[in-house]
């Protein structure tokens, strides 16, 4: 009936009007919408940057051998500049027998530094009998009949007279000998003195050309013992 279908259709509409105000839909329910995934950050830019691996400088390495440098060679050959010079040095060297050069106007000084040969003479400080004090000298102990003393100079060039002065040491073994002291110049004797215990005597010769010179002490006569002989002054006057 059509007064019946309008009503329904009246109905239907009221219904409708009052979901909609209500904020209902109308119709076959529908799945609820899904919320889309956030996208991830990016995790470059975050990520923290590795860190670089040591190295292998940082650490010894195991196989390594020691160098050479760090070790001695046992094979090395001490060098000559550590131990004795077996090369002879020239004449005139320090610490060597030299050649003395006297010249025309010079006064030289016989020493035991300047000495070619010194056998049995020392350098120190010696007393003369009858002396105040004692002075430095020359000595050499002479033993009877057992040879003599000699003390021997070489020269390069030489010129001049050479003197010197001879006594016996006042702490001799022997107070009665007599001593000779002689002047040799090239295997010459050219000058000679005999000194009592309490005696003093200078000796003087020519030096000019010679090479050599030796100063000679022995005992003569009569003999006990030893007695010291003594050089307390030599020199050569150019």
């Known amino acids: 009936m059509p007064s019946s279908r309008h009503f329904v259709r009246l109905t239907a509409a009221s219904v409708a009007v009052a979901a909609v105000l209500s904020g209902c839909t109308i119709g076959s329910p529908s799945r609820s919408a899904t919320p889309l995934p956030s996208e991830p950050l990016p995790t470059d830019t975050l990520a923290p940057e590795p860190t670089e691996a040591p190295t292998d400088s940082a650490s010894p390495d195991p196989s390594a051998t020691p160098s050479d440098s760090a070790s001695p060679d046992p094979s090395a050959t001490p060098t000559d500049s550590a131990g004795p010079d077996a090369t002879p040095q020239p004449s005139g060297a320090p610490g060597t027998p030299g050649l003395i050069s006297v010249d025309a106007g010079q006064q030289t000084q016989l020493t035991m530094a300047n000495a070619f040969r010194s056998d049995g003479w020392t350098e120190g400080s010696y007393q003369t009998p009858g002396a105040t004090a004692p002075v430095q000298a020359l000595g050499a102990v002479v033993n009877c009949n057992q040879g003599t003393a000699e003390l021997e100079y070489r020269f390069s060039t030489s010129r ?25 110049a090239d295997g010459k004797q ?30 003569k006569g009569a003999c006990t013992n030893s007695s010291t002989a003594l050089i307390t002054k030599a020199f050569i006057q150019g």
Do not use: H, M, P
């Open 160 to 184: 001049g007279q050479a003197k010197v002065t001879v006594a016996q040491d006042a702490l001799s073994d022997s107070s009665d000998n007599t001593l000779e002291f002689l002047l040799v």
């Open 190 to 219: 050219v000058a000679s003195k005999t000194v009592t215990f309490k005696q003093t005597a200078e000796l003087a010769a020519s030096v000019n050309g010679v090479t050599a010179l030796k100063v000679v002490a022995r005992t």
